[in-house]
């Protein structure tokens, strides 16, 4: 089961809510950093202090983004399949990655509540869309943890979003 596999460590910058994920198979010292954002000392920590992460070099390079994401695309990690969602509507190219019965949603999708749209590129239609055509699509068990508040489960928001219910439940 995919939850025997990753641990999955939640930090909240309390300044804005912010979450950011840190995702670790249990049999590997591999990790996959989601979101980070004024957390990241914290992260950093985290892996330092870990004794099955590799020490962080301090002359670490910058992160520089080789390669931009596409929705359909499946990223192969340590033996597990990400996959890419694209989500337009918080801004042009957002997107939420489906790792197993889990939806890493970004600030597509909040618990009761929805990503804003009044960023330079957002729109209230298109993450509507994203929403209920692409999100919704999902098993209604399907875990999602938002960029921002608690967890909460595809079937939840269908029912309860009073930004985006599902047009089954209005």
Do not use: K
Not at 130 to 153: C, F, K, M, N, W
């Amino acid at each position: 089961m995919l939850r025997d596999l990753v641990q999955l460590h939640l930090f909240t910058d309390p300044l804005y809510d912010q979450n950011c994920y840190v995702l670790r198979r249990r049999d590997t010292d591999r990790c996959l950093v989601v979101d980070p954002g004024l957390q990241a000392p914290a992260v950093l920590r985290l892996l330092e202090q870990a004794a099955t992460f590799p020490a962080i070099p301090p002359d670490l390079p910058e992160v520089v983004c080789e390669d931009d994401l596409v929705g359909g695309q499946v990223i192969a990690w340590q033996g597990l399949e990400v996959a890419v969602l694209h989500t337009p509507g918080h801004t042009p190219g957002s997107v939420c990655f489906l790792i197993g019965p889990d939806l890493l949603a970004g600030d597509t999708l909040f618990r009761r509540s929805v990503g804003r749209t009044d960023l330079p590129g957002g729109s209230w239609e298109s993450l509507l869309f994203s929403i209920q055509d692409r999100l919704y699509a999902l098993p209604p068990e399907t875990v999602v943890h938002p960029g921002h508040g608690p967890s909460t489960t595809i079937g939840e928001e269908m029912r309860s979003n009073p930004f985006a219910l599902h047009p089954t439940f209005r």
